[in-house]
Structures are given as C-alpha cells and as structure tokens.
Nanobody
Framework: QVQLVESGGGLVQAGGSLRLSCAAS????????MGWYRQAPGKQREWVAT???????RHADFVKGRFTISRDNPKNTVYLQMNSLEPEDTAVYYC????????????WGQGTLVTVSS
C-alpha cells in the first residue's frame, strides 16, 4: 500500500544535471534511513547514497563530488542532485526506505530511468 513515488529521471547530455525526487508517506519517512540505488542493464544494483533519519549523509565513492543526497522532512521527500553526469551514470535509479525500528519492512520505489548521452 505504501509506496515511494519517484520522479525526475530523463534524458540528459553528458556534463548535465538532474534532480531526482522521492516522496514517501509521512509515517515511513520519519523513521527511515533513505537511500538511492541504481541498476544499469546487465549490472547488479548498486548503492549510491544514503541520508539517515537524522540527516547524516553518505555517498558511494563513484559519485562523491558529483551527487548529493538530501531530505526535506516537511515534504517527506528525499532528493538526489546529480551533477556532471556521465554516460556511465545511465541506469534506473531506485529510492529505498529502510525503517530504523522493528516491525517495518523496507520499501522501494518503482525506479526512474536516467539516460546520459554523449
């Protein structure tokens, strides 16, 4: 029933920028560490970035300096600002909510496709 609604994907030229958004239910968002993952065709899903329920951020090495994760608690939304995009960033990007308390399961967004052309 509760889903993560993603938006912001699309086609962009190399060197360009995109901002992905993921809106979640208030009850889940407030207790969850939020993350972004991506999966390219023929590749395994990989972790991109995480922002905890307390606001601490962590980014995968391959996006450090280019991508920034953030959350807007009043809007129950997590963002991924992607700058200096490369063709290698082409993938389906998924939003993830990992609850920090017992009794709640992880939730995933439907994915939004980011295509970076050269």
């Amino acid at each position: 029933q509760v889903q993560l609604v993603e938006s912001g994907g699309g086609l962009v030229q190399a060197g360009g920028s995109l901002r992905l958004s993921c809106a979640a239910s208030r009850s889940i968002f407030s207790i969850s560490d939020m993350g972004w993952y991506r999966q390219a065709p023929g590749k395994q899903r990989e972790w991109v970035a995480t922002v905890t329920s307390g606001g601490s951020t962590r980014h995968a090495d391959f996006v450090k300096g280019r991508f920034t994760i953030s959350r807007d608690n009043p809007k129950n939304t997590v963002y991924l600002q992607m700058n200096s995009l490369e063709p290698e960033d082409t993938a389906v990007y998924y939003c993830n909510a990992r609850p920090t308390i017992v009794g709640y399961h992880e939730r995933w967004g439907q994915g939004t496709l980011v295509t970076v052309s050269s």
